[in-house]
């Protein structure tokens, strides 16, 4: 993958994690996690109880991961499912303009994670680091075997 293709990865992560990480904190700090219960309560969600505590901790958790790049398409995957949720329940009858209470806003955040769950975070991430190729696996091995037999 060229590096200006690593350097797009790394800065959808930054742009998706940050603002769901925000988002997350905005709701433990101002809402308050029975406000958030609440807000799901009211607009029909199944098990809003486990929802409103879940979904703070879930933003800001996928946020984090998403700024290391580790478990990036997990992390992504999750913040879509979270933006597409808050797409159909919350903005979806506003229209799409977000300036009118829309979707416009969380369809981008939702597309951003479904991106990064097609491309995985690059070169850039901790996934990167964390994963070696076969071939220098094997190397590995074979010099660690004739190690131990010299």
């Known amino acids: 993958m060229s590096t200006s293709a690593n350097a797009a990865l790394l800065i959808l992560r930054i742009a998706l994690g940050a603002t769901m990480l925000l988002h997350g904190v905005q709701k433990l700090t101002t809402t308050g996690i029975g406000g958030v219960q609440e807000m799901l309560a009211g607009l029909g969600v199944p098990l809003a109880d486990v929802a409103g505590v879940a979904l703070p901790f879930v933003e800001i958790g996928a946020g984090v991961l998403l700024l290391a790049g580790l ?3 997990v992390a ?3 913040l879509a499912i979270v933006s597409l949720g808050a797409m159909f329940t919350v903005h979806f009858t506003a229209g799409f303009f977000a300036q009118d209470g829309g979707y416009e806003f969380v369809l981008v955040l939702a597309l951003l994670g479904i991106a990064l769950v097609l491309t995985g975070g690059g070169r850039w991430a901790v996934d990167a680091l964390l994963r070696r190729p076969r071939s220098a696996r094997t190397a590995s091995t ?5 190690a131990q037999t010299a």
């Not at 074979?142 to 004739?146: D, G, I, L, P, S």
């Open 71 to 73: 478990f990036t398409r």
């Open 76 to 78: 992504a995957a999750l």
């Open 142 to 146: 074979e010099r660690h075997a004739v």
